[in-house]
């Protein structure tokens, strides 16, 4: 059975930094792609970052492009998302996803397993 387990959401003021991790496990994650998506309230869930375990392709969303970057380590089959300069606009509900193929996906129903999401808060 295929478990993610987000961690290190918070509250941090704009300018700062956070990072997340989501531990996966239940099966091998070779030929998957990970993604990060994030739900503030009110909204509907946006693509946040996605990296291909395989080969490490990443792609980001333009909002967060230059501030986030994903990543990955094989060892702890785990996948980072490093957020720096972060903005009040970056507080949402983060979940991490994992999704069968080596593609990139920036739409949340192509993937299959979700996390529980992390709450982060960006004060002004």
């Known amino acids: 059975q295929v478990q993610l387990v987000e961690s290190g959401g918070g509250l941090v003021q704009a300018g700062g930094s956070l990072r997340l991790s989501c531990a996966a496990s239940?099966?091998?994650?070779?030929?998957?792609?990970m993604g990060w998506f994030r739900q503030a309230p009110g909204k509907e869930r946006e693509f946040v970052a996605t990296?291909?375990?395989?080969?490490?392709?990443?792609a980001y969303a333009d909002s967060v492009k230059g501030r986030f970057a994903i990543s990955r380590d094989n060892a702890k089959n785990t996948v980072y998302l490093q957020m720096n300069s972060l903005k009040p606009e970056d507080t949402a509900v983060y979940y991490c996803a994992a999704r069968r193929g080596v593609i990139i996906s920036r739409r949340s129903y192509e993937y299959d397993y979700w996390g529980q999401g992390t709450q982060v808060t960006v004060s002004s």
């Open positions: 239940g099966r091998t994650f070779i030929s998957y792609a």
């Open positions: 990296i291909i375990w395989s080969n490490g392709l990443t």
